[in-house]
Each structure stands twice: as C-alpha cells, then as structure tokens.
C-alpha cells in the first residue's frame, strides 16, 4: 500500500491528477479499456497471463510500459536500462511497447472495423 501512496503524493506534487489515474485493484478485474498507457511490474509468468487481457482490452497505440520483465511474443519499440528505485542504486529495464492493429481487439478511435 505505500507504494500506492507514495505514486499518489508525486502524482499531486507534479500537478498530474487530470492526466493520470492510480488504479490499486486485481488486475485480473480492472478495465482498462480506457488506458492509453499501461505499466506493469510483474513477473514474466504474470505479464503472460496478463497479455490476453491487454489484447483484449487496450485499443491499437496504447503503450504498455513493462519493468524488468518483457512480455513474450510482443516486439519492443523501446528498451532501455536505468537507474532508480528507492535509494537510486538498481538499474531497471524498461520494455515499451505500443498495441498494434493485429494485436488489439478493439478497435482504434474513429475507424470502423471492416468485416
């Protein structure tokens, strides 16, 4: 739970409450339908079970953001190490990812899917 308070205190310090939503709930439950950027911390074996989720749900452009963990089968558009964490002593790696057309099952805003 601190971790949730901590993201919610630097979230108003840097004015960005009408740009981001904290969400702390089963992520096996949570809509995402609405996201246009996800972040996922999780184990491989989560990020796997997670991924028919995120390919249901999230609309082609959306980035999924994954720490230290990738996400098999999806192609990074960005990787990159760096350091942070608490006391900025361990370097990180970041996989980001954007949805794309094939992978998505919703549609993307404003265009119809053709039959």
Same mark, same amino acid.
């Given at each position: 739970?601190?971790?949730?308070?901590?993201?919610? %205190?630097?979230? %108003?310090?840097?004015?960005?409450?009408?740009?981001?939503?904290? @969400?702390?709930?089963?992520?096996?439950?949570?809509?995402?339908?609405?996201?246009?950027?996800?972040?996922?911390?999780?184990?491989?074996? @989560? *990020?796997?079970?997670?991924?028919?989720?995120?390919?249901?749900?999230?609309?082609?452009?959306?980035?999924?953001?994954?720490?230290?963990?990738?996400?098999?089968?999806?192609?990074? #558009?960005?990787?990159?190490?760096?350091?942070?964490?608490?006391? *900025?002593?361990?370097?990180?790696?970041?996989? #980001?990812?954007? @949805?794309?057309?094939?992978?998505?099952? %919703?549609?993307?805003?404003?265009?119809? #899917?053709?039959?």
């Amino acid at each position: 739970r601190s971790l949730v308070e901590e993201t919610l %205190r630097r979230v %108003r310090k840097e004015k960005l409450e009408e740009q981001v939503q904290i @969400i702390h709930d089963d992520m096996f439950k949570v809509n995402l339908s609405d996201a246009t950027v996800v972040t996922s911390y999780q184990l491989k074996s @989560i *990020n796997m079970a997670l991924k028919p989720m995120l390919e249901d749900q999230l609309k082609p452009g959306t980035r999924v953001i994954a720490i230290d963990f990738p996400i098999q089968g999806w192609k990074p #558009v960005f990787v990159e190490k760096v350091k942070g964490g608490w006391h *900025n002593k361990r370097y990180y790696t970041i996989y #980001v990812y954007v @949805i794309k057309p094939h992978i998505a099952k %919703r549609p993307m805003l404003g265009f119809e #899917v053709m039959k």
